[in-house]
C-alpha cells in the first residue's frame, strides 16, 4: 500500500462521514424521528414545538456540533451524570497524549524512519508506507535514540495525564458520593444470605438481628419478593395502562403524558417492593395473595438506618461468624437495583461467577472458529451446490465478486454484534445486584474479547508466528510482536478509518432504531411518538471501542507514526458525536458513579507496557543495546506508577 | 539403591535419633541446662527445685515424651497460644491424612507396581527400590485404576479433613477474638501518615481529627515518638538494670527474680510509649529533653476509644478523600508490636513491599549460584593451590575422603541456615508493625524459598530436564515432573530419613543454646541461669518444613508409596518433639491468632493439585486415557473447593 492509495482510502471515509452527517443533521429536524434522535427529550419531556413544512429543515446544517461542542461539563455532568463525563474523559485525555505523540512522531520519529535507509526516494504520494515505519531504520543505526525519546516523552507525559485525570475523577467521585441529593439508597443496606429457621419467617429473622446488633440506628426493613403472581399481574397491568396511554393519547405529537408512564414504571417499580406489605395488599385487594408473597420470600432484605454514617458502617463491617451468612452491601439506587438477581442465593455466586469467567474465556479463544467455519460455507461452489436454483445468479460476475469480496466480512460484522449482547447476557448470569454493576462487569469482558480478536488475532495471524509454536519460548514475545506489530500497521491505518470512522457515523445516524422508526411509520402506519423503550449508553461497547483506538495508536505511535493523524481525528470526532448523543439521544436512568475509570486506567498503563515491550524488541531487532537498556527502567517506572495510583485512588 | 540399603540407612538414622532422644532426656535433668531446655518455666517463675545429685539424674528416661502426649489441648492453647495449636494441628492433619494414603497405597498401589510387569523377581530385601515405583508398571496397563482410584481417595479425604481443620480453627480464632480477656490493643487504633500542617503539632492533629468525626467514643490518644535520645537513654538504663540483677543474685540458681526483669522488659516498653508525654518528663527530670522528643513525633499515634466496636468501626472505615492519609487499623497488643517500624513513612510502605518481594525472589532463583560456586572453591587442587602449607595434608586419604564428601554438603547446609535469617531481614524491611506480621510474612518466603529449592531444584536437576529447554513447551510441563519425580523418589526418601528425622533431634537438643550454654558455664566460668534471651517458636522455620514434608508425601505417594512409613514415623516424632518444646522451650510473647492456617490451607491444597498434574503426566506417559480423563476433573474440584474455603473462612 502507498501513500496515495492511503489517501484515497482516507478521502473516502471522509467523504462518507460529512454525507452521513449531512443526512443526520436533516434526518433530526424531521418530526416523524424525534423518537429516535431526541429520546432524552422526550423523557424528560422538554421537545421543541413542530416546525412547519419549510425549507429549512432540508438543508444540512453544523448546529448539531456547535451544540455539542458549547455544552459545558456541569451540564454533561447534570445531563448524563457522571459516567458520561468519564466517558468523555476519556476522549479528552486521548486526544492530549496523541496530539503530544503526533507532534514528537511526526517532527523526529518519521524523518529519522523516512531517512532512515540510504535508497533513492521516490516521490511520496507513490512511496510505500513501510518506509514510514521503524523497519526503514538501518540495523545497529544510532538515530534509535529518537524512538527511544518519542518513547520516553509519550509514556511520562501519559502517566502524567493520566495522574491528573485520576485525580480529577476521584474528587468528582467524592463529591458525587457527598454532595448527590439525599437518596434512599444512602441509608439502606442490602442484606444477603439470611440464615433460614424453622421458627420464623425471614423478616423476623431480620428485624431480630438487627434491634440487636444495630439498636440505636435501625429504622426498618423491607423483604424482597421472588417475582411471583403478584409482581406479574402488576407488570401486566403496567403494560396495559402503557399501551393504553400510547393508543389514547392526542397523535399530534403531545408527548407530555410520556413522563407519566415512563416514571411511572420505574420508580413504580421501587415503591411497590419497598412499601410495606399492607400496600401491596391495599393495590391488590386480593386476600388471597398475601399468602403467596409471605411463600416468596427471599433470603434477602433492605435494611433502612436512621443516619447514612450508620448504614455505610453496617454495610462495611463482617456481621456473622460465618462470612457467607448475613452479608451486607450498600444497597444501588433505586432505578439501578436488578431485582431478578436479588433473589440468587448468595451461595451461588462465587460459583456463578468462575462458571461466567470460564465461558467468557472460551467463548473469547472459540469465538473465530465457526466464524471461519460458515465462512467457509459461503464459498461460490459450497452455495451453488446446497441452492442449486441460485447456480444461474452466482455465475454471473457481478454477484460473484460481491459475494466472495462482501459476504466473508459481513458474516464476521454480524458474529462481532453478537458478542456485547453475549457478555452482557454472561454478566447477568454472574449475579450483580445493579445494572451498572453488570454494565461495568460487560465492558471489562467485552474490552478483554476486542484486545484479543482485534489486537492480537491481527498480529499473530499476519506475521510468521503462525508458523512458529507461540510458546516457544517466553523470552522470544517481544521479538515476535515486533516484528509483527509495523507489517500490521497499514492495516491498523485502515481499521481506524473505516471501523473507526464507520462506527461514530452509525452512532449518529442510530440506524437501527432509526429503521424501527420508518418501518412503524410508514409500513405499520403507526403514528406519533410511540416511544417503545429507553436506551441508556451503552459503555459497554463504547469504551472498549475507544480504549482499542488508544491500544492501537500507543503500540503504533514511535512504529508507523502515520496512524496518528488519523486516530486524532477519530478522537475529535467521537468527542462530538458522544457529546451530541449523551444530549440528546440517551437516558442515564441509572449510573455507576464513575467506576469505570478504573478499567480506563489499566488498560492505558497495558498499552503502554505493551508498547513498551514491543520497543523493547523492536531495538533487540535494530541490534541497539542502548535504546534497549533504557527501555527497562522505563517499564518499571510505569509499573511502579500504577501500583501507586492503585494505592492512591482505588480504594475510593 | 535396594531395599536392604535403604533399611540399613533407616537403621542408622533411628539409632542416631534413639541416642540424641536419650542423650535429650539426661541432659535435660542437669541443672546447668535448665535454662536451655526450660526456658518457658523460667519465664514464667515456675521452675523445680534442683535434685541432689543422685543415679536418676544419668538414666535416660521417656517421661518427658510422656508428659507431651498427656497434655490436653486445652494446656497448649493456655501455654503456646493459638499459634501453637495450629502448628500441631498441621502435624495431626498430616498424621491423619498419611495414615489414610498409608493405607491405601501400601495394600492396593505397592502390589500393582510390584507386580506390574512380568519379571523375575529378587529376594524383597535386595530388589531394587525402582520396582516399587509407578515406573515399574507397563503401559496401557488397566492396572493404573488402583492409582487413580488412590489418588481420588487421597484428595477427597485431604479436603474433607482441610474443611474441617480450616472450620475448627476459625471457631477458635473467633473464640480467641471474643472470649479473650480485655486488653488495651482491643481498644486501640493505630493511625499512620497523619498529615503534616505547618500551625499545629501531630498530636494537635490526631486530637481535632478525632473529636470532630469520633466526638462520642474517642477517648484519648498517644503519639509514637521517632527512637531519639530518650528512648536510647532508657534501653540502656534498661540493659545496665538488666545486667545487674544477672550478676547480684544469688548465683545457686535462683531465677525468682529474672521475671522481673523479664516482663518488666517487654511491659515498660509499652508503657513507656503510651503513658502521657508527662510520665515520660516525670522519669527523666530533664526539662530539655521535652523538646527534643516533640521534635522526633512521628506522624503515626495510637488512637484508644471507650468501646472496642467503635475501635473496630474506626479501624475498618476509609477515614479521608485521600487513602494514603490517615490510615487505619486495630492496633497488635503491645508485646507484639514492633516499635521501630512505626515511624516508617506509610508512603514508603507499598515500595518496601514491592522491592523485598523482588528482592527475594531473586535471592530463592539465585541462592544456588554461589554456593555451588564456593563448593567449586573447595575442590582439592584448589584448596592446595591457595594454601600450600596444607598439602601434605591434603594428600593423606582419609582427609581427603573426608573433605570431597562432606564439605559440599557442610557449605551447602550453613548456606541454608542463612535463609531464615535473611528472609526475616527481607520482612523486617517490609515494614510491618508487629512481630507476629514479620513472622508471617518470612514465613511464606521460606516456605516459598524451601519448595523451590528442596522440591523443584532436585528434581530438574536430578533428570533429563535441565539439558532440554524448560520452557520448552507447557503442555510438557507435567509429562516431564512425572519422568522426574519417580526416579527422586528414592532421593525424597533419604531426606527425609535424614533431613527430617535429625531435625527433630537438633530441634529437641537445641544444639546451639545447649552449646553457648556449657561455653559460658565451663569456660566463661559464669555461673547460674544466665537467660539471655526469650525463644519464640521460630515459626517462619518449622512450618515450611513441615510442609514440605506434607509436599514431598502427597507427590510421592502413589508414584512411591514406600516414603510413606517414613513421613508418618517423622510426623509423629514431629508432633511429640514439638510439643515438649512448646511446653518447655519457647515462650509465646505474641502471636497471629491463627493466622498461619491459611498459609498452611494454601501450601496443602498447592501440593495436591501439583500431585495431581504429575499423575496426570504419569497417566500420560503411560497411555491411559480412562486414567487421564478422571484426573482433569479432580484437579477442577480441587480448585473449585479451595475457592469455596477462600469465600467461607479467609475474611475470618
Known amino acids: 500500500m502507498d501513500i496515495s492509495a492511503l489517501l484515497t482510502s482516507a478521502g473516502i471515509n471522509i467523504g462518507i462521514c460529512v454525507v452521513l452527517f449531512s443526512l443526520y443533521s436533516i434526518l433530526r429536524k424531521q418530526p416523524s424521528n424525534v423518537s429516535v434522535y431526541f429520546g432524552r427529550r422526550i423523557a424528560s419531556g422538554r421537545t421543541r414545538r413542530n416546525d412547519p413544512y419549510c425549507f429549512e429543515r432540508f438543508v444540512p446544517s453544523p448546529s448539531w456540533i456547535l451544540k455539542a461542542w458549547e455544552t459545558s461539563e456541569e451540564e454533561i455532568l447534570a445531563i448524563g451524570g457522571m459516567d458520561a463525563v468519564v466517558f468523555l474523559r476519556i476522549l479528552v485525555f486521548s486526544i492530549r497524549i496523541f496530539s503530544i505523540a503526533a507532534v514528537i512522531c511526526i517532527f523526529l520519529v518519521l524523518p529519522v524512519n523516512y531517512y532512515g535507509q540510504e535508497m533513492h526516494h521516490k516521490e511520496i504520494p507513490s512511496e510505500e508506507l513501510e518506509v514510514f515505519t521503524i523497519g526503514n531504520v538501518k ?55 439470611i440464615p433460614w429457621s424453622q421458627e420464623e419467617s425471614y423478616s423476623e429473622t431480620v428485624k431480630k438481628f438487627f434491634t440487636n446488633y444495630y439498636a440505636s440506628s435501625y429504622m426498618s426493613h423491607q423483604m424482597v419478593y421472588r417475582s411471583g403472581t403478584v409482581q406479574k399481574l402488576m407488570s401486566d397491568a403496567e403494560k396495559m395502562y402503557k399501551m393504553f396511554k400510547t393508543v389514547a393519547v392526542d397523535p399530534t405529537c403531545n408527548p407530555k403524558l410520556m413522563p407519566c408512564g415512563f416514571c ?34 427471599c433470603a434477602a432484605a433492605f435494611v433502612f438506618f436512621k443516619t447514612r454514617y450508620a448504614a455505610d458502617v453496617a454495610a462495611d463491617v463482617l456481621q456473622s461468624s460465618n462470612p457467607m ?18 433473589c440468587i442465593p448468595y451461595r451461588q455466586l462465587w460459583i456463578r461467577k468462575i462458571a461466567t469467567l470460564i465461558a467468557a474465556i472460551v467463548f473469547m479463544f472459540v469465538f473465530l472458529i465457526p466464524v471461519t467455519f460458515i465462512q467457509g460455507l459461503t464459498q461460490l461452489d459450497q452455495l451453488s451446490q446446497t441452492f442449486p436454483f441460485l447456480k444461474g445468479i452466482l455465475q454471473k460476475p457481478f454477484v460473484n465478486q460481491l459475494l466472495t469480496g462482501y459476504l466473508p466480512s459481513v458474516i464476521l460484522i454480524a458474529f462481532l454484534y453478537t458478542v456485547p449482547p453475549t457478555m452482557m447476557l454472561f454478566s447477568v448470569v454472574e449475579g450483580p445486584i445493579s445494572r451498572s454493576g453488570r454494565k461495568k462487569s460487560a465492558c471489562i469482558k467485552v474490552l478483554y474479547f476486542t484486545i484479543w480478536n482485534v489486537f492480537f488475532v491481527n498480529i499473530l495471524s499476519g506475521s510468521v508466528i503462525r508458523q512458529l509454536n507461540v510458546f516457544s519460548s517466553v523470552r522470544d514475545v517481544p521479538k515476535q510482536l515486533a516484528k509483527a506489530v509495523p507489517t500490521q500497521a497499514s492495516f491498523f491505518m485502515t481499521y481506524v478509518l473505516s471501523s473507526g470512522w464507520a462506527s461514530l457515523s452509525c452512532e449518529v445516524m442510530q440506524l437501527f432504531p432509526l429503521l424501527c422508526n420508518m418501518f412503524k411509520t410508514f409500513v405499520l402506519r403507526m403514528k406519533g411518538d410511540s416511544y417503545d423503550g429507553t436506551l441508556s449508553f451503552p459503555y459497554h461497547t463504547e469504551i472498549p471501542k475507544v480504549l482499542l483506538f488508544g491500544l492501537l495508536g500507543f503500540t503504533c505511535s514511535i512504529m508507523a507514526p502515520l496512524i496518528i493523524p488519523f486516530l486524532l481525528m477519530y ?82
Chains 1, 2 share one sequence.
Open 139 to 193: 540495523e545497529g543505526s544510532t538515530w534509535l535514540w529518537a524512538h527511544c525519546l518519542a518513547l520516553y516523552v509519550i509514556c511520562c507525559s501519559a502517566s502524567v495525564l493520566l495522574y491528573f485525570e485520576y485525580k480529577s475523577i476521584t474528587k468528582m467521585r467524592l463529591s458525587h458520593i457527598t454532595r448527590s441529593a439525599p437518596n434512599p439508597s444512602h441509608f439502606t443496606v442490602l442484606v444477603r444470605s
Open 571 to 652: 478522537f475529535f470526532l467521537a468527542y462530538l458525536v458522544y457529546r451530541n448523543q449523551i444530549l440528546n439521544v440517551y437516558i442515564s436512568k441509572y449510573e455507576s458513579g464513575g467506576q469505570f475509570w478504573p478499567i480506563v486506567h489499566n488498560t492505558t498503563i497495558f498499552s503502554l507496557v505493551l508498547t513498551q515491550i514491543i520497543a523493547l524488541g523492536v531495538f533487540g531487532i535494530k541490534q541497539s543495546p542502548v535504546a534497549t537498556g533504557f527501555t527497562i527502567p522505563l517499564i518499571i517506572c510505569t509499573l511502579l506508577f500504577n501500583e501507586f495510583c492503585r494505592q492512591r485512588f482505588y480504594p475510593i
Open 325 to 342: 451468612l448475613w452479608v451486607t452491601e450498600l444497597a444501588p439506587e433505586p432505578y439501578d437495583i436488578l431485582w431478578s438477581n436479588l
Open 264 to 297: 411511572g414504571e420505574s420508580t413504580s417499580d421501587f415503591k411497590i417492593l419497598s412499601s410495606e406489605v399492607d400496600s401491596v395488599k391495599g393495590k391488590m385487594n386480593l386476600g388471597d395473595l398475601e399468602l403467596a408473597t409471605e411463600k416468596k420470600e
